[in-house]
């Protein structure tokens, strides 16, 4: 009985992490499907760093992104379009979140 529950307690534990590598990977093809289809430029690491970037913090961010949703009629949820705000903000411009 105790293998079984620290086996189901060790399983549990490690559950986040299957969840957040998920999250990020959706967060991802929702970028590419939603928002790469409409911009034109090359939307890379050199186009979210580049030295005249609009953005300032993560709030900004998050706001673009439902601008962005708005303007084009993407039609994301409101967790999709805070998922693909993470998703630039964790994997670009690294601004704290609060």
């Known amino acids: 009985m105790k293998i079984l529950t620290l086996s189901l307690i060790a399983l549990l534990s490690s559950l986040p992490l299957?969840?957040?590598a998920e999250d990020s990977n959706s967060a991802?093809?929702?970028h590419e499907e939603k928002c790469?289809?409409?911009?034109i430029k090359k939307h890379d690491e050199a186009f979210y760093t580049?030295?005249?970037?609009?953005?300032?913090s993560f709030q900004g961010l998050q706001s673009m992104v439902r601008m962005c949703d708005a303007n084009?009629?993407?039609q994301l949820f409101d967790d999709e379009m805070e998922e693909i705000g993470k998703?630039?903000?964790?994997n670009y411009y690294k601004f704290p979140e609060k």
């Open 18 to 20: 299957v969840t957040q």
């Open 28 to 30: 991802k093809a929702l």
């Open 36 to 39: 790469l289809n409409c911009h």
């Open 50 to 56: 580049r030295k005249d970037t609009k953005m300032t």
């Open 72 to 74: 084009l009629g993407t």
């Open 87 to 90: 998703y630039l903000n964790d």
